[in-house]
């Protein structure tokens, strides 16, 4: 099953909070096939700037800040996908007005183009607006404990 991934989910699960241990099932079953998992492009590069802000509060600093930081992105280019945006899908996600948040709305676009029937998310509520017809948004709890075997 296609999954898409905000990049909350991805930040909980690479700095230890929230749901992380949830997540860490959900990144298992995206390593074992038994789901395919997106990000966005954009997700990609906030991913890049939030680790090494992290790695850069934890004390690391380079060269070996920035040989840890390739090794966790490279982990994580191995197991997902990157969506990209086409011309339209940005116009579209920037013009939705159900969106309070311009960012979220770019995330549905792009799970949207992924052909995902499902967006997880760490905060649903950003999303409470948005079309649920076309892709149910669950937090990594609802998403484990419907497709997961041990929630």
């Known amino acids: 099953m296609r999954i898409f991934l905000d990049t909350n989910v991805i930040m909980d699960y690479l700095t230890s909070r929230g749901d992380v241990e949830i997540i860490g099932k959900i990144f298992r079953s995206i390593?074992?096939?038994e789901h395919?998992?997106?990000i966005s492009i954009g997700s990609?590069?906030?991913i890049v700037y939030l680790?090494?802000?992290f790695l850069k509060a934890q004390g690391l600093k380079n060269p070996q800040r920035l040989i840890r930081m390739r090794e966790i992105l490279t982990t994580?280019?191995?197991s997902i996908e990157v969506a990209g945006h086409t011309r339209e899908e940005l116009m579209t996600g920037t013009n939705d007005v159900q969106?309070?948040?311009l960012e979220d709305s770019l995330q549905l676009q792009a799970a949207k183009s992924s052909f995902c029937p499902y967006l997880i998310t760490s905060n649903k509520k950003d999303f409470r607006e948005s079309d649920s017809t076309t892709i149910d948004v669950l937090t990594p709890k609802?998403?484990?404990k419907q497709f997961l075997a041990t929630p």
Do not use: V
Request: net charge negative; proline share 0%; aromatic share 24%.
């Open 31 to 33: 390593d074992s096939g």
């Open 36 to 38: 395919i998992a997106f």
């Open 44 to 46: 990609y590069y906030t």
């Open 51 to 53: 680790t090494e802000r």
């Open 76 to 78: 994580l280019l191995e």
């Open 99 to 101: 969106f309070k948040d």
């Open 142 to 144: 609802e998403f484990a």
